[in-house]
């Protein structure tokens, strides 16, 4: 298969960009305030995403959703991912995505029927708590919450941050070290925890750049002291944490990219538009050649993350985790991604900097592209260490 095969859902996709444009962005000075009426309208947005027959689009039929594939996905989310809020509207919101597609890969009958189903119906939301503020985020092996097996429960003590969404969230899936002394990516296991479980402490959202937010928009620092939850409750077999968590993490991060895509391509069409109409020493911006030097570099490094989302998109889908050009894309695209906006707000001048348009805001939540779900320079060594071990041992590294 080449590129030239990598046709999109062209119907659903054309669903999605009308939705957006007549239905998301026109409102999202009311979305913005993240307040009462702010909800209200989330839930009838989704409510006219689930009649268009769009929502969670991320993971299969079976699983609830009406996912064809990553590749369709990544072309979906060019335009879903226009808004921060676009995922919300459409059920594929972030952490709540990587947690419904571990629970439908890994998870028992019992828990689908408990966790996945409602969650997927977007009927409640959850979070992923594995990040602690004692130890190096980078390295997860370095965990020190643990999880006791006294009888047929487990008893977590830990202390965590970053726990996205979880302000209001029904249940949390915790990475817990299990077996402190198996080997470092043994030691873990992901438990599933109900956040009403006497000894979780949500303790307050993280202000980050300024932004506490409010429900989903949380990072929150979260405390377990003594709590109980059934053996059950594990996700997969002890120890295997940290291989669910690559499962969970490697969709989860070329789904950001998917979402960057259309974050990008919206500051791009902002800064031609602005630069056409804006002018300054006798002739419109668009004239100036540091301005045309900008938007070359930003279509190039658009372009090119376009194709390697879709080239990613497209190995998965053949069933290739495609570790290499995840971490590729990962560091490559959060780079881009703040390039492509920092130059739209220069190009803007102080208006750049307001709320008159939406280019301050995304350049708040691009910065943090580079450090979750793994920092660039980790990514940069993972990248780098599969291919010089490819050629240590003889096979060279095949583009394509």
């Not at 305030?33 to 009838?44: H, I, K, Q, T, Y």
């Not at 470092?184 to 932004?211: C, K, M, Y």
């Not at 208006?351 to 793994?374: C, N, Q």
């Amino acid at each position: 298969m080449t590129v030239t095969d990598w046709a999109p859902p062209t119907e659903r996709l054309e669903r999605t960009r009308a939705f957006m444009d007549e239905r998301v962005l026109p409102n999202e000075p009311i979305l913005d305030r993240e307040d009462d009426e702010a909800d209200a309208l989330v839930g009838r947005l989704r409510d006219e995403v689930r009649s268009l027959g769009l929502w969670a689009p991320h993971v299969p039929p079976e699983a609830g959703g009406t996912g064809t594939g990553f590749l369709d996905y990544a072309y979906l989310n060019e335009h879903i991912g226009r808004s921060l809020w676009g995922q919300l509207v459409f059920g594929c919101q972030a952490p709540d995505a990587g947690n419904a597609e571990i629970l439908h890969l890994f998870g028992t009958d019992e828990q689908k029927e408990r966790w996945l189903h409602p969650l997927v119906a977007g009927e409640i939301r959850s979070f992923f708590s594995m990040t602690e503020p004692e130890v190096p985020g980078s390295d997860p092996t370095t965990l020190r919450t643990r999880a006791v097996r006294d009888g047929d429960e487990w008893v977590i003590d830990g202390h965590k941050w970053f726990s996205s969404g979880a302000d209001g969230a029904a249940f949390g899936i915790v990475m817990a070290v299990t077996d402190p002394d198996a080997d470092p990516h043994a030691r873990a296991t992901q438990i599933i925890v109900p956040a009403d479980t006497p000894g979780v402490d949500v303790v307050r959202p993280v202000s980050v750049l300024g932004h506490a937010g409010r429900g989903w928009t949380t990072h929150c620092e979260v405390r377990y002291t003594g709590v109980r939850v059934p053996v059950a409750n594990a996700l997969g077999e002890q120890g295997s944490g940290f291989r669910i968590a690559q499962k969970r993490l490697g969709p989860g991060r070329i789904h950001h990219v998917m979402r960057w895509l259309g974050q990008m391509q919206r500051a791009f069409a902002l800064m031609c538009s602005y630069a056409l109409e804006r002018e300054a020493f006798g002739g419109p911006l668009a004239d100036k050649q540091t301005v045309q030097n900008w938007i070359a570099d930003s279509f190039a490094q658009i372009h090119a993350c376009r194709l390697m989302t879709l080239d990613a998109a497209h190995k998965i889908d053949g069933g290739d985790e495609a570790r290499v050009e995840i971490s590729v894309i990962k560091f490559y695209a959060a780079q881009a991604l703040q390039d492509v906006i920092d130059r739209a707000v220069q190009v803007h001048g102080a208006r750049g900097l307001t709320d008159e348009t939406p280019l301050g805001h995304m350049l708040m939540t691009a910065r943090a592209g580079r450090i979750y779900d793994g920092p660039d320079e980790v990514h940069r060594m993972v990248v780098a260490r599969r291919v010089l071990k490819a050629f240590a041992g003889g096979e060279g590294w095949e583009f394509g």
